[in-house]
């Protein structure tokens, strides 16, 4: 069993910038609904290692602003809003 790698909760990294994270369109099979149930009862879904998934949009984990040309450079709103 192989573990599965976590992003450290807002806590965790309190100090730290965005925390980009990927929205991705995950296919679940046609016809069989074993692991559409199983991913929708558990919220996971193990995938093998040569499987492609299509990232539909970047963003940050906090604060929800989309990846883009200067957002990097912006500061992540949720740790303003805590610095206050």
Excluded: F
């Excluded at 309190?14 to 369109?25: F, K, N, R």
């Amino acid at each position: 069993m192989h573990a599965v790698p976590t992003i450290p909760s807002v806590e965790e990294r309190s100090d730290a910038g965005h925390q980009w994270v990927g929205a991705a369109l995950v296919g679940l099979g046609i016809g069989d609904t074993r692991r559409a149930e199983h991913a929708a009862r558990t919220g996971r879904h193990v995938l093998n290692k040569a499987t492609r998934i299509e990232v539909l949009e970047v963003y940050c984990r906090r604060c929800r602003i989309r990846y883009g040309t200067s957002s990097d450079q912006l500061p992540c709103t949720t740790l303003i809003a805590r610095a206050g």
